[in-house]
């Protein structure tokens, strides 16, 4: 009780200085707790937070694989190939050069490079048809009307590779439904048919 | 005061009084037309939406293999599941057109004014949700349109500079339409949105009832007459008959024009034909008559200078010294939206 009675003393005989030097303290105290928590609450929740970023982006899936498509001999200026692969993607395969390389030949997609619809071949036009936002693409692909053609894209190439005399095309294997059984493969005397 | 009261009163410590001097905000005259009851329309629509999700989500699945599937069984097969998904669907077209037209009459009375510029944003908040929520919705149906609506708009993220290609990829699950895709709909069209959304109703009726509602004379109204009412019973009673009439209206539409379901998705083939839902018409419009870049720039521009109304407006007035300023854009604005909107309802391409 003495002692109680003698801080007492100590603490009513203070000058107002010390009490702006407690004051002080006490705030800077206050601060530095309240970053401190704030700090270790970043710290503990942040990397659940990041972790739960990570869970819900999506992992890197191997759905395309090299699949077979022809012997490079097989196919002529004159005569494409409508190839589809086991997702179910058609691809219109042509050759553009008269070597047996990769490069003297290209593959089509059907998905528009505007907004992801499939196009389809307009005979009567002659050129492929997006129906979402009227886009249109020449025999070769490149975009001749609507969007994409403001947009200077052409139709998607699917990556192509010779090995031996066998080409090869880099193309999706599964897809979200199953497709439609039909042969894998048909042939076009022109360059942009449709089978 | 009985055993019963007495008990209830220790555990739960509030008076009548108190409770009514908490909830009973005089609510201005104007809210006796119907028409400025848009606010509780949507918020009616919205739990008729949670209470006919729930009973789908009894049947839905959201794989790529069923969803269309379950859809098909609640429509033929389950009791009354026509009638509930029929409910859900023209519900949600109320919802939209409840909620955009409570905007804009919140915009005609300039209501969204300071002190009231947060609960604008709030607003716009919930417009989004609602739009994100139709959307995510129509997508799980896994029908040809759906499913090529779902797959043009997550497409139409990845031109948004920096966070598009992500967004897009959180949404989809991968860099196109894929297995997860249809539950990541699901999570976010049943749990994500609606949660959002009720919180942010939550603060938008809270800050209503702090700030009061927006108060409006009328030119016929004489002067003496009592500018309020209570919102217990009289304003309640409103909120009430409007609600009765629209379920009558629901259920009439849900039984003559009972929801449909078109062909299954086929990811290998576009229709000739491919419409959004009709609130969407507008920006599919808009896709087609601009470059996408343009197209998707000038949506978030406008959509973000909508956000910030109430600011632009404060500058607006400012500079033109003119308080109709917004009217004038507004109406310009009306005239687009439905005019774009027409146009697409119209033509097939």
């Known amino acids: 009780m003495a002692e109680s009675q003698h801080d007492h003393d100590k603490e009513s005989s203070s000058t107002p200085t010390d009490i702006d030097d407690d004051g002080s303290r006490r705030d800077f105290l206050t601060t530095a707790s309240t970053v401190a928590m704030a700090g270790g609450l970043i710290a503990g929740y942040g990397p659940l937070a990041a972790m739960a970023g990570r869970y819900l982006y999506p992992a890197k899936d191997h759905n395309d694989a090299w699949q077979y498509v022809a012997i490079v001999d097989e196919i002529t200026r004159e005569e494409s190939l409508i190839y589809q692969s086991p997702s179910g993607a058609r691809v219109v395969i042509a050759r553009q050069g008269d070597g047996n390389t990769a490069g003297d030949f290209v593959a089509l997609s059907n998905v528009c490079p505007h907004l992801g619809c499939s196009v389809h071949w307009e005979p009567q036009n002659a050129r492929f048809f997006c129906p979402c936002h009227n886009g249109a693409f020449d025999a070769t692909g490149k975009a001749t009307l609507g969007p994409p053609a403001q947009a200077n894209q052409s139709l998607k190439q699917f990556p192509l590779q010779v090995v031996g005399n066998q080409l090869y095309i880099l193309a999706p294997l599964v897809s979200i439904v199953e497709a439609e059984p039909r042969s894998n493969m048909a042939r076009c005397s022109h360059a942009v048919r449709e089978a | ?164 290609p992500i967004a897009k990829q959180m949404l989809l699950g991968g860099e196109e339409y894929n297995e997860h895709t249809l539950s990541r709909f699901y999570i976010v069209h049943a749990a994500i949105l609606p949660a959002s959304m009720i919180l942010l109703l939550i603060v938008h009726i809270t800050l209503i009832r702090l700030h009061g509602v927006t108060e409006l004379r009328f030119a016929d109204e004489p002067a003496d007459k009592p500018g309020h009412f209570n919102f217990f019973p009289e304003h309640l009673y409103t909120e009430i008959i409007v609600g009765l009439v629209l379920m009558i209206l629901l259920s009439a539409l849900a039984t003559i024009l009972p929801a449909e379901l078109g062909p299954k998705a086929d990811p290998q083939t576009t229709p000739e034909v491919i419409k959004p839902e009709w609130f969407f018409y507008v920006s599919f419009r808009w896709l087609k008559m601009f470059s996408l870049t343009f197209a998707v720039l000038s949506t978030g521009f406008i959509v973000g200078a909508m956000f910030v109304w109430p600011w632009i407006d404060s500058l607006l007035m400012r500079v033109t010294k003119s308080r109709d300023i917004s009217v004038y854009i507004g109406i310009a604005a009306t005239i687009l939206l439905i005019g774009l909107t027409i146009v697409e309802a119209v033509l097939e391409h």
């Not at chain 2, 009973?24 to 919205?46: D, I, Q, S």
């Not at chain 2, 944003?121 to 989004?128: A, E, K, N, S």
């Open chain 2, 1 to 164: 005061m009985g055993r019963l009261q007495a008990w209830f009163a220790e555990r739960v410590p509030v008076t009548g009084d108190q409770f009514r001097e908490l909830t009973n905000e005089p609510v201005p005259n104007h809210l006796k037309r119907w028409w400025f009851c848009l606010g509780g329309t949507p918020a009616y629509l919205f739990l008729v939406q949670i209470v006919t999700g729930i009973l789908l989500a009894f049947y839905y699945q959201a794989t790529p293999a069923s969803a269309y599937e379950s859809i098909r069984y609640i429509t033929h097969e389950v009791n009354y599941g026509w009638y509930f998904r029929s409910l859900h669907k023209w519900a949600a077209t109320f919802m939209i057109a409840a909620v955009i037209l409570h905007q804009m009459r919140v915009y005609f009375t300039a209501a969204y004014r300071r002190p009231r510029e947060i609960n604008w944003v709030i607003g716009m908040c919930l417009l989004m949700a609602a739009l994100m929520t139709g959307f995510t919705g129509y997508s799980l149906v896994f029908e040809q349109l759906s499913y090529w609506g779902a797959t043009v708009a997550s497409n139409l993220s990845d031109a948004v500079p920096i966070v598009g």
